[in-house]
């Protein structure tokens, strides 16, 4: 079992916008802040599928481009995964889509496009990585911590100029190269 990540070229062009998958939504995330810091509890919430709109982005403008790529996953050869990465107008590196394909969950491959952002990023000299989803993503929430991402802002009113009556909260979380310690040497 083999996964390899690879940068988008001219060859992978078809394989753009085909990670998304519907999931079921079961919790979600209730916020509190103490003294500064996002606080979370995982509520119950009746069961719903969810499904994310597809990328509207250029992918070819994202070939041998120094401030944004697209990184897809494969598993034994297959696609499963795909990032889309990029310099944000704050300096960050901006990952602006991260999926894994169903079948292909909890197998490693979320902590291996996560790798290849943190050298992207490194590579360019920037601080850190962020990203943005939402409360009712509640395994996303998960794998970011468990990637040393901090919950570090939550906006309750972003979805709200798409639909009106949308109760979901952007959450906010960034990775701080400061706060990573390197590894130990042998």
């Known amino acids: 079992m083999t996964i390899t990540i690879r940068e ?8 753009a916008n085909r990670c998304n998958e519907p999931f079921m939504v079961d919790s979600k995330l209730a916020l509190t802040t103490t003294d500064g810091v996002v606080c979370y509890t995982v ?11 597809p ?5 070819s403008s994202c070939i041998n481009n120094p401030d944004q790529c697209v990184f897809f996953a494969r598993f034994d050869g297959e696609l499963a995964g795909e990032m889309v990465l990029r310099r944000w107008w704050n300096n ?5 889509d991260i999926a894994v394909k169903t079948m292909y969950k909890r197998r490693g491959i979320g902590r291996e496009v996560i790798t290849r ?14 990203l943005e989803t939402q409360n ?3 395994p996303a929430c ?22 009106p009556e949308s109760n979901e909260v952007a959450l906010y979380w ?13």
Request: proline share 5%; with cysteine.
């Open 8 to 15: 988008i070229d001219l060859h992978q062009l078809q394989d």
């Open 55 to 59: 990328n509207e982005i250029d992918y």
């Open 43 to 53: 509520l119950r919430v009746t069961r719903y599928e969810k499904r994310y709109p």
């Open 136 to 138: 009712d993503n509640v």
């Open 92 to 96: 960050f590196a901006y990952i602006e």
């Open 117 to 130: 952002a943190i050298e992207w990023a490194r590579e360019r000299e920037l601080p850190g990585l962020m």
């Open 142 to 163: 998960l794998f970011y911590e468990r990637c040393n991402f901090e919950l570090a802002g939550f906006d309750r009113n972003l979805y709200r100029g798409l639909r």
């Open 174 to 186: 960034y990775l701080l190269f400061s706060r990573i310690k390197p590894p130990a040497e042998h």
